[in-house]
């Protein structure tokens, strides 16, 4: 049993595996579909998915204000049925603290991040995968739509088959 053991609610049954850990940073501002659609196959990865969510102070840091405060978007993180635990992002630096604190296996981001300093030095204390993005949504367009007013301009979800695969492999388990 490792000191993480605590952070990780066992089995029922007792049984305790190894689980995988999946670890991945985000503000998840307004949350939609990209996000949803990252943290699926983020939590695919593993057996548990931490997701650290910047703090508001963070987000000022980098000149970022949410709509949502911290609280609100955490709030709707822990809802995700994907996400086992959320922490706060407050700092560029706390990566490999958490990658120790929680028993990292591996770290996962959106290709926008691919190659990063940000990310890559952590190669160094667990795997860093990076995901394609799904196209055609983020904030910052469903901020620009809602100031638009445009009825109807949100964009349509165009269809997610790997998430049906995945809700019928849920259904036949
Ligand atoms: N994302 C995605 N597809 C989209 C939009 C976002 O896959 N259409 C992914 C991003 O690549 C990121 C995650 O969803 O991995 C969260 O996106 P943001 O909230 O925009 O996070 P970001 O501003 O990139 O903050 O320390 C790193 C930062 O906290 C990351």
């Not at 603290?97 to 691919?114: E, L, N, P, Q």
């Not at 790997?162 to 036949?172: K, N």
Request: net charge negative; charged share 30%; hydrophobic share 35%.
């Amino acid at each position: 049993m490792n000191e993480n053991d605590d952070l990780f609610p066992l089995p029922s049954d007792g049984t305790y595996k190894g689980l995988r850990r999946v670890l991945t940073y985000g503000t998840f501002d307004l949350l939609h579909y990209g996000h949803v659609r990252l943290l699926r196959r983020a939590a695919q990865l593993g057996d548990y998915l931490v997701v650290a969510i910047s703090t508001d102070e963070f987000n000022a840091g980098k000149g970022k204000k949410s709509f949502y405060s911290y609280e609100v978007r955490k709030e709707m993180l822990e809802s995700i049925r994907y996400v086992d635990l959320v922490i706060p992002e407050y700092s560029w630096e706390q990566k490999v603290d958490d990658v120790k604190k929680y028993g990292i296996d591996v770290v996962v981001m959106g290709g926008d991040w691919a190659g990063s300093e940000r990310f890559e030095y952590l190669r160094d204390y667990c795997d860093v995968v990076y995901l394609d993005r799904t196209p055609g949504i983020s904030t910052t367009q469903v901020k620009q739509n809602l100031n638009k007013s445009v009825p109807g301009s949100a964009p349509a979800a165009p269809a997610d088959d790997a998430a049906a695969d995945d809700a019928t492999d849920e259904d036949e388990a």
